[in-house]
């Protein structure tokens, strides 16, 4: 009773019978340049400038120095994530690449 169906009759089997819609005869674009109808492309949409995605931002306080126990300065990094663990890690990074010590006082989001 095993029975070899070609594609055609399982799409039939599955889908029914589907009627083929007939092409509408539109007018062309040659006819209606010759009837004196100007047809133009339709414009690319365009982007909206004036929106923005939110971005998420944190706040990280440092206290940094040269000198061991000498004159400090606190500096504020500005951190593109959500990540408290990630901002930290990043700004003392930032903060490494001129001062010796770094110290971490807080993270707030902004």
Sequence with gaps: MI?????EEMRR???GYAE???PVNAPSVQEANQAGVTVTPAKA????GGSKAFTPRLRVTLRVGNEFEGETYEIIHEADTLSTLLAEQEATKAARKKFTYVEVISVKSM
């Excluded at 029975?3 to 594609?7: A, H, I, M, P, S």
Aim: glycine share 0%.
């Design 20 to 22: 083929v819609p007939t």
């Design 45 to 48: 949409a365009t982007k909206n």
């Design 13 to 15: 089997a599955l889908f």
């Design 3 to 7: 029975k070899e169906l070609t594609e």
